[in-house]
């Protein structure tokens, strides 16, 4: 099942062909992995690829981490076997490259009923065309197992023609309204990668607005980046504490008949109360992936 409370911080694709990075994962930090099959695959490789992610998923080993496979698009060559093969395989989710309408979701997920994919595996559909930024609402609504959002900023920038500045003013708009869609429909919402990964400072920087926006994670391309990522994603001591001050003063408010509570000159309401509380179960996960 399901569960949007998660941690989905740092989300690292592992390239498909790569046999002895697939072994690696299994001791990285990352909340979830994606065992790509698309981009990170030369053609030659695409078929031996599948053959050693749909192993190392039957193998297992990975612990909590979510585990999801990167198909090649249906109207590739080598995009419906890499579907066969990753419902059979039954992964947490299956990535869906470039999604851009609500019949190409729909027809996958019919497609995963046939091939016997269990109901657990999820859709995460990338989202990295101008038409699928376009449709994000129709896609969000095409499947109940659609339950993640993935920006493909790269592939979007270049889509756009646009200028990749340190602000990303020209993708700003489009990460935003995926989103709204995403948090409309109680769906999880990945930022893009970062491609400058031994520019750890800028990174950083990257993270923070991501976490800004208020997206839930982002896709990374290498292992060094996972530390960064989950410090920044995760909520530190300070916001912690305010979170069960918060809880207490507007607990005790209403023990005293009270609707609202004042907490360091603020007021706190149950809206207040009740993000607090949520803060905490997403601060309760995290630290159950790390013990």
């Not at 009923?113 to 065309?129: K, L, N, V």
């Not at 500045?165 to 700003?172: F, G, N």
């Not at 109680?186 to 990964?197: C, E, R, T």
């Amino acid at each position: 099942m399901f569960d949007p409370f998660r941690p989905r911080r740092s989300v690292l694709y592992m390239p498909g062909s790569n046999a002895r990075a697939l072994e690696k994962a299994k001791g990285l930090a990352a909340d979830a992995l994606i065992l790509d099959l698309e981009d990170a695959v030369a053609g030659s490789e695409k078929a031996a690829a599948r053959d050693l992610v749909v192993d190392a998923v039957r193998e297992g080993g990975y612990g909590k981490r979510e585990i999801s496979i990167r198909i090649n698009g249906l109207d590739t060559d080598h995009g419906m076997e890499d579907l066969r093969a990753a419902c059979e395989a039954a992964p947490d989710a299956i990535v869906i490259p470039k999604a851009q309408s609500a019949p190409m979701i729909e027809e996958i997920d019919t497609l995963m009923h046939d091939y016997g994919a269990p109901a657990s595996t999820q859709i995460w559909a990338m989202m990295e065309t101008p038409l699928g930024i376009l449709h994000a609402e129709k896609v969000a609504m095409a499947s109940t197992r659609l339950t993640v959002f993935i920006m493909g900023t790269n592939d979007l920038a270049e889509d756009l023609r646009a200028r990749r500045t340190k602000d990303r003013l020209a993708l700003i708009s489009h990460l935003t309204h995926c989103l709204l869609v995403a948090r409309s429909y109680g769906m999880v919402a990945i930022d893009g990668v970062y491609n400058a990964f031994r520019d750890s400072e800028a990174f950083e920087e990257r993270c923070i607005q991501s976490r800004n926006l208020g997206f839930d994670g982002k896709t990374l391309i290498h292992p060094s980046q996972i530390d960064v990522c989950n410090q920044v994603f995760a909520p530190d001591d300070t916001t912690i504490e305010h979170a069960k001050a918060q809880i207490k003063a507007f607990e005790e408010a209403q023990q005293n008949g009270e609707g609202i509570a004042v907490l360091d000159g603020r007021i706190v309401e149950n809206l207040h109360a009740e993000a607090a509380r949520t803060l905490l179960v997403r601060h309760n996960a995290i630290r159950s992936m790390e013990h």
